[in-house]
């Protein structure tokens, strides 16, 4: 079925591994069908050792502390494209 997206195919022989990219996962819930709760989650990247790990970045009991927590990982993930780790090598 067509749609207006148009989704963008990666050749078998391209590697995105090397791209800078990142996902956070934000799940919203209502405790007692009132108090607002979230949970903010990444994976940390894989290194020769170990596999991809699943970290809570936080979990707050408002829409503002998300936008923070949001706004703050959001910084980190461009600073750190910006001045990679192992010196931009």
């Avoid at 709760?37 to 829409?63: D, F, H, I």
């Avoid at 949001?70 to 931009?88: C, I, K, M, S, Y």
């Amino acid at each position: 079925m067509p749609t207006s997206a148009t989704l963008r195919r990666t050749p078998v022989g391209d590697d995105v591994v090397d791209d800078p990219s990142a996902a956070l996962l934000i799940r919203v819930w209502l405790e007692d069908s009132r108090e607002f709760r979230a949970r903010l989650l990444t994976l940390r990247g894989p290194t020769a050792e170990l596999p991809a790990e699943e970290v809570t970045l936080a979990v707050t009991s408002s829409s503002a502390d998300v936008v923070d927590a949001v706004r703050d990982w959001l910084e980190g993930f461009t600073r750190q494209a910006v001045h990679p780790v192992d010196g931009g090598r």
